[in-house]
């Protein structure tokens, strides 16, 4: 049951354009979002996330927007560089009555390619 | 601030052996995190310790195991290897009130 799904495996793009990174979840409990970036024989490298509570969150080059409506999240880079490519994977995390367990579900990735 | 570190980065085991894995989290952060990732399953989590207790686990059998030390340091053990045991082990720590994981490199374990 793949309760986080990134339906796009790979995303090429032209680098000074925007990437746009998708993912959608079928669990209404998620109330926490992460974006991760992965490169080979590396650990994920947090981004950015967002509140259930928000629906857009910016750092950078880096935006989130959540439509929990639609369930949901993407991920803009403006502008696109090389250096972004790598795999990016979307996170979720359940509400457990106020607490701060640690357990992500994870979408199974998004390879983006940045041409130069 | 050293980010997370795990030990060691690359494993060859043979099925039915068992193997420990280390992890250090950054400094502060008192909870950890383990995920195991394969190409079939992604990303997948085993189970979290704070404080010395276990209090998360994901649906793995029980030969996975784990335990954290009085310095937050973890360990996990994986039991009887079976070939699909095969995978990215990876480890996250975070501050408690909050939700980021920082991940480690991840130990490569190859079951043969």
């Known amino acids: 049951d793949q309760q986080v799904k990134q339906n796009s495996p790979s995303l090429s793009v032209q680098e000074g354009r925007i990437s746009i990174l998708n993912c959608d979840y079928t669990?209404?409990?998620?109330?926490?979002f992460l974006w991760y970036k992965k490169y080979p024989a590396e650990g994920p490298t947090f981004l950015i996330s967002i509140s259930s509570i928000k629906d857009k969150n910016e750092d950078g080059r880096f935006t989130v927007f959540l439509n929990k409506s639609a369930k949901h999240l993407s991920l803009h880079i403006v502008p696109s560089q090389p250096g972004d490519s790598a795999v990016y994977f979307c996170a979720a995390r359940i509400n457990a009555g106020g607490t701060s367990y640690g357990k992500l579900t994870f979408g199974q990735g998004t390879i983006l390619t940045v041409h130069p | 601030k050293a980010g997370v570190t795990q030990t060691p980065r690359y494993l060859i085991k043979t099925r039915g052996q068992q193997v420990t894995l280390s992890c250090s989290p950054i400094?502060?952060?008192?909870?950890v995190s383990w995920y195991q990732q394969t190409p079939g399953q992604g990303l997948q989590f085993l189970f979290e310790y704070f404080s010395e207790t276990q209090r998360n686990k994901g649906n793995f059998p029980g030969r996975f195991s784990g335990r954290q030390f009085s310095n937050s340091r973890s360990e996990m053990n994986v039991s009887t290897l079976e070939l699909g045991d095969s995978a990215l082990y990876l480890c996250?720590?975070?501050?408690?009130?909050?939700?980021?994981?920082?991940f480690g490199p991840g130990t490569r374990l190859t079951v043969t």
């Open positions: 669990n209404s409990m998620f109330d926490y």
């Open positions: 996250a720590s975070k501050v408690d009130r909050f939700y980021e994981q920082y």
């Open positions: 400094s502060g952060h008192r909870s």
